[in-house]
């Protein structure tokens, strides 16, 4: 989740709800404008709504590429195995 810098200068902040024994329940944003005590600190780092919605689509392209390979690799890994039915442990009579 990202901090996210609205139009109107106010930001958006992730925030998780805490449950009995620690638990995260949930994540959302609350906003927050200059006069809160964490604007600065937190403002350096923002993106804008279009910064943070490019990011999660590279990050999913990316994504999707890193998942081939895995599957090529593990294609070529299952097909370099012996057709013998040891790979499982069991016999295949």
Do not use: K
């Amino acid at each position: 989740m990202f901090v996210i810098r609205l139009p109107n200068g106010n930001l958006m902040v992730p925030e998780s709800a805490i449950g009995d024994g620690g638990r995260i329940i949930g994540d959302a944003y609350v906003e927050i404008g200059p006069d809160d005590a964490d604007y600065e600190r937190l403002a350096e780092h923002a993106l804008t709504e279009d910064e943070a919605r490019s990011r999660r689509l590279r990050w999913q392209e990316e994504d999707e590429e890193l998942h081939r390979q895995f599957l090529a690799y593990r294609a070529q890994r299952e097909n370099s195995w012996p057709d013998s039915g040891a790979r499982d442990g069991h016999d295949p009579a």
